[in-house]
């Protein structure tokens, strides 16, 4: 049984995959799991790097559409209930006034882009960049949604842990999002950025963020 951390951007699956691998640890009677994940077998940051020894641990990185992993995290701070990113002065402004459709947002008040562009930039220059020179395996996100327990054999083969407990990890994580049903913005599902980015946007979103899409098999080059 190996250490292992979880890193990336936010609204990849990070936290289906913490639950997973907690999951996977406990059932194998790992010691010593912090309750924020900051040390232990198990450690988990979007954005902290200074906690993590890449010798000791193995480094998965996660990884989805761009677009929805932005549409996600705006639908997110748009209903009641939703979370404020503390890095975001657009959300953080606009927090009690958002309506839960953006694109009626875009019609009626006029949606700053560069405030897209700008969390964008974030997500990938420390979200995503800042890690990948020490990955051991990437987690994608809608690998994950279409076969998760071949991604949970795959994440189990890596910290050797035993594929018979993939069913008992996958409804872990099931159950966790059950618990939290705010945490998961239009159940999750692909290529769910229609119903918030206007064609204007998304057009920006290529604009700025093509080339990371196209690297990453997400648009044709």
Same mark, same amino acid.
């Given at each position: 049984m190996?250490?292992?951390?979880? /890193?990336?951007?936010?609204?990849?699956?990070?936290t289906?995959?913490?639950?997973?691998?907690?999951?996977?640890y406990?059932?194998?009677?790992? #010691?010593?799991?912090?309750?924020?994940?900051?040390?232990?077998?198990?450690?988990?940051?979007?954005?902290?790097?200074?906690?993590?020894?890449f010798?000791?641990?193995?480094?998965?990185?996660?990884?989805?559409?761009?677009?929805?992993v932005?549409?996600?995290?705006?639908?997110?701070?748009?209903?009641?209930?939703?979370?404020?990113?503390?890095?975001?002065?657009?959300?953080?402004?606009?927090?009690?006034?958002?309506?839960?459709?953006?694109?009626?947002?875009?019609?009626?008040?006029?949606?700053? @882009?560069?405030?897209?562009?700008?969390y964008?930039?974030?997500?990938?220059?420390?979200?995503?960049d800042?890690?990948?020179?020490? /990955?051991?395996?990437?987690?994608?996100?809608?690998?994950?949604?279409?076969?998760?327990? #071949?991604?949970?054999?795959?994440?189990s083969?890596?910290?050797?842990?035993?594929?018979?407990?993939? *069913?008992?990890?996958? @409804? *872990?994580?099931?159950?966790?999002?059950?618990?939290?049903?705010?945490?998961?913005?239009?159940?999750? *599902?692909?290529?769910s950025?229609?119903d918030?980015?206007? @064609?204007?946007? @998304?057009? /920006?979103i290529?604009d700025?963020?093509?080339?990371?899409?196209? #690297?990453?098999?997400?648009?044709?080059?």
């Amino acid at each position: 049984m190996k250490n292992s951390a979880i /890193v990336g951007m936010g609204r990849t699956g990070t936290t289906a995959l913490r639950e997973i691998l907690l999951y996977l640890y406990k059932i194998n009677k790992a #010691k010593g799991i912090s309750k924020h994940f900051r040390k232990g077998p198990l450690r988990y940051s979007h954005w902290d790097k200074s906690f993590i020894d890449f010798k000791e641990s193995v480094v998965i990185i996660c990884k989805r559409d761009l677009r929805d992993v932005l549409a996600s995290t705006f639908r997110s701070v748009s209903t009641e209930g939703g979370r404020m990113y503390n890095d975001n002065k657009f959300l953080l402004k606009n927090i009690k006034n958002y309506p839960p459709n953006f694109r009626i947002y875009k019609k009626i008040y006029g949606i700053p @882009e560069n405030e897209i562009i700008e969390y964008g930039k974030k997500l990938i220059d420390e979200g995503w960049d800042q890690w990948m020179s020490g /990955v051991d395996y990437i987690f994608c996100y809608e690998s994950f949604i279409r076969d998760p327990h #071949k991604i949970i054999n795959e994440v189990s083969d890596l910290i050797n842990f035993p594929k018979r407990n993939s *069913a008992g990890a996958f @409804e *872990a994580s099931q159950a966790w999002k059950i618990k939290h049903p705010k945490h998961i913005t239009n159940s999750g *599902a692909i290529q769910s950025w229609h119903d918030i980015f206007s @064609e204007a946007q @998304e057009k /920006v979103i290529i604009d700025n963020f093509g080339h990371w899409l196209k #690297k990453q098999g997400y648009i044709n080059g």
